[in-house]
């Protein structure tokens, strides 16, 4: 899989949007981009996916580099219920086949 | 999405001794994992579940240690075998290919948390 690289961890005030930086420099052509989340004592989540346009769907945005060598996960509206360690993931063999690294901890203050 | 449900929730087991975990997925599926989040950690991929013949295991995971069964598209187990205290994890089952929903989303789990003693 190509290598992701994430802040350890992120504060972020409810309310406003948060935006969560994903730096995958070795992606190649037709790897994709995927995000996940994992609430505390819960299993992951799946939030979006992106292969070189911009996604968004109910839960988040996707916004990824031209040169498609970084991307930035944006909650538009922060809650506390989106307090959770977010995961960046690029897998090179199947898309199911995820290697998780060590994410980002976002913590959404009142 | 895929609903699923793991049994037991948690259990706390003597060291030498197997426990089996359940997964049931409220529809039929393409895909079954199996994963282990120790303490602190991110997630690592033990097993892809194969119905119909044995489970793939990912470099580091056995089948002796971790014997796991695919009897149908909707359910599948991982037995933790021979316990020890470095076994203590979370164990979670994902999904892919449910009806109607594209391999890209894969579903997890709420987990088995094992305490081994």
Known sequence: ?110 | SAVISQKPSRDICQRGTSLTIQCQVDSQVTMMFWYRQQPGQSLTLIATANQGSEATYESGFVIDKFPISRPNLTFSTLTVSNMSPEDSSIYLCSVVGASGISYNEQFFGPGTRLTVL
């Open chain 1, 1 to 110: 899989d190509a290598k992701t690289t994430q802040p350890t961890s992120m504060d972020c005030a409810e309310g406003r949007a948060a935006n969560l930086p994903c730096n995958h420099s070795t992606i190649s052509g037709n790897e994709y981009v995927y995000w996940y989340r994992q609430i505390h004592s819960q299993g992951p989540q799946y939030i979006i996916h992106g292969l070189k346009n911009n996604e968004t769907n109910e839960m988040a945005s996707l916004i990824i580099t031209e040169d498609r060598k970084s991307s930035t996960l944006i909650l538009p509206h922060a809650t506390l219920r989106d307090t959770a360690v977010y995961y960046c993931i690029v897998p090179s063999i199947r898309n199911y086949q995820l290697i998780w690294g060590a994410g980002t901890k976002l913590i959404i203050k009142p």
